[in-house]
């Protein structure tokens, strides 16, 4: 049997990894500024994460949601008190376009209303609700195109009311760092005025953290600089560092009930394992406080190049803005200099999303490879 051809592929086979570097089967060494994705949250085989799932495997790798699990309850509590969010009950399942269409289909149970509000360049995963709500034509099918959604540009608050001034609206869903579609981030203003028109209008606000959370741009979710409180906060990639984890924070003015969510594998052992230790490690190697300050050197380091136009993002969330279109950039970097970087729907972007505990010397390394690859 062979697979299902829906990726184009590099020629490199990573067969081990190591903080921030992957080895190839050749033992070739590849620095990773893509994390997989921005998967990779702690570092590659961190020994303490490691350990944690080990000793949970040996113990009870997986019992379905019929039973108490301590773990899910583990983390929850850590979860709350590492993200200083408060208030809101956690639903754990798989990926992040898993938690996505659960917080669609939440926001529809809790409103009674079908409709959802999407924004330009967005992308929220490729399942039949959330790609519906994702600005990508091309990879919607006549089915996923049944969904009642409303596109608008990112920024247009006057839109936003004249929409929602219909009361048919079940949520607004948005990214505050937008990742696959280039790193905008709208200005502090426009997230006021949406959860604002949200209360006044009985929509939920759903703030897409599948990226842009646990710790990436240095405040442990992106919506915390802006000062809002979403109704639904989705995440997952960094949340398992690898291992498939996701979830929902969930405001607990939304009322629970038997049947409402359910899901085999979300919450499992080893899934709970793998988050607790992932949420251990952030605050004890303070990967908030590095990842803050790691954007400062980047941008202070990009300025020295003058084919970088911009720097987009924050923390180590981060889009370089080439004033050329980067794909023979990005595997120069690869196959030439061997640095994993990462693209976007922006043609003239290279996106870079490393591990949280990457450090200086990992970006000197970058930099040498990217000024040697502009000759």
Known sequence: MKL??????????????????????????????????????????????????????????????????????????????VSGVKDYSLFLCNSGAEANENALKLASF??????????????????????????????KSTFNKGHQVVKLAFDDTEALENTLKNKDIAAVIFEVIQGVGGLDEANN???????????????????????????RTGDF????????????????????????????????????????????????HLACAAGISVLDIIKKEQLLKNAKSLFDYVKEEAAKIPQIKKVKG???MIGLEF????????????????????????????RILPPLNIKKEHFDVFFRALKTALK
Do not use: W
């Open 110 to 139: 809790h409103t009674g209303k079908e409709k959802v509000v999407y924004f330009e360049k967005s992308f929220h995963g490729r399942t039949s609700g959330v790609v519906a709500v994702t600005d990508n034509e091309s990879i």
């Open 314 to 316: 924050r923390g180590l």
């Open 189 to 215: 203003e426009f997230y006021q005025k949406a959860s604002e028109l949200c209360k006044k209008y009985g929509a939920l606000l759903i703030a897409d953290e599948v990226q842009s959370g646990y710790g």
């Open 4 to 81: 299902f051809d829906v990726y184009p592929l590099y020629d490199i086979t990573p067969m081990r990894g190591e903080g921030a570097y992957v080895f190839d089967e050749e033992n070739n060494k590849y620095l990773d500024l893509y994390g997989g994705h921005a998967v990779i949250s702690i570092g590659h085989s961190h020994p303490a994460y490691v350990k944690a799932i080990n000793d949970q495997v040996k113990k009870l790798g997986f019992y379905s949601n019929s039973v108490k699990n301590p773990l899910q309850q583990e983390l929850a509590e850590k979860l709350g008190k």
């Open 323 to 350: 004033d050329f279109e980067i794909a023979q950039l990005r595997k120069d970097l690869l196959f030439k200099h061997q640095v994993f970087t990462g693209a976007a729907s922006n043609k003239k972007l290279l």
């Open 221 to 268: 979710f992106a919506f915390q600089k802006h000062e809002i409180r979403p109704d639904i906060i989705s995440i997952a990639k960094g949340m398992g560092n690898g291992f498939p984890v996701g979830g929902i924070l969930i405001d607990n003015k939304i009322e629970a009930k038997f049947g409402l969510l359910g899901t085999t594998f979300g919450g499992n």
